[in-house]
Antibody, heavy 121, light 107 residues
Framework: EVQLVESGGGLVQPGGSLRLSCAASGFILSDHYMDWVRQAPGKGLEWVGRTRDKGNSYTTQYAASVKGRFTISRDDSKNSLYLQMNSLKTEDTAVYYC????????????WGQGTLVTVSS | DIQMTQSPSTLSASVGDRVTITCRASQSISSWLAWYQQKPGKAPKLLIYKASSLEGGVPSRFSGSGSGTEFTLTISSLQPDDFATYYCQQYNSYSLTFGGGTKVEIK
């Protein structure tokens, strides 16, 4: 069974940093794209970024709203995905989901339960 | 970025009703469109991919259609478990983008 479990969320001040983790099980992480998607309280879904699979050299892609501030990485040996968030803004407050995508043009086919990040002074 | 516009934003319906949700893309996305269902406090769940393909385990009362810039999600006979928010998403090009969501409420 595919499982994705996020952790690392919490309260952080504007300008601060936070690192989220996503523990994956039930599938071979290196064979899949992995994404982060966020949802501000009471709002819709926003794609944050992607890391491609090993076959595509783990290249990354980011939304304009986070480019230069957020970095996605992965450690396939630990079956883990990460989101390093720097220079956080109040508008980054959201539930952050990790999601699995099959290689190529495909939708998000599995999601974690999410972790809440609150950016506030 | 490709803008995705869903309508309506809220829909009130009764059990047994046929429900249709529309999603429009600001430019052609071929058939690279997915639909998700989200319940309060839960992660989204994939229902439909490539505009009209049903994800495994999803009831056959859900169907999708369309291509290019106009797409629809239809629930043929609304069930109590279907009251939720539905999102479309394009995966034709980056940035990947979602529609604003359609909340299906009990009438």
């Amino acid at each position: 069974e595919v499982q994705l479990v996020e952790s690392g969320g919490g309260l952080v001040q504007p300008g601060g940093s936070l690192r989220l983790s996503c523990a994956a099980s039930g599938f071979i992480l290196s064979d899949h794209y992995m994404d982060w998607v966020r949802q501000a309280p009471g709002k819709g879904l926003e794609w944050v970024g992607r890391t491609r699979d090993k076959g595509n050299s783990y290249t990354t892609q980011y939304a304009a709203s986070v480019k230069g501030r957020f970095t996605i990485s992965r450690d396939d040996s630990k079956n883990s995905l990460y989101l390093q968030m720097n220079s956080l803004k109040t508008e980054d407050t959201a539930v952050y989901y990790c999601a699995r995508t099959s290689v190529g043009q495909n939708p998000f086919n599995s999601w974690g339960q999410g972790t809440l990040v609150t950016v506030s002074s | 970025d490709i803008q995705m516009t869903q309508s309506p934003s809220t829909l009130s319906a009764s059990v047994g009703d046929r429900v249709t949700i529309t999603c429009r893309a600001s430019q052609s996305i071929s058939s690279w469109l997915a639909w998700y269902q989200q319940k309060p406090g839960k992660a989204p769940k994939l229902l439909i991919y490539k505009a009209s393909s049903l994800e495994g385990g999803v009831p056959s009362r859900f169907s999708g259609s369309g291509s290019g810039t106009e797409f629809t999600l239809t629930i043929s006979s609304l069930q109590p478990d279907d009251f939720a928010t539905y999102y479309c998403q394009q995966y034709n090009s980056y940035s990947l983008t979602f529609g604003g969501g359609t909340k299906v409420e009990i009438k």
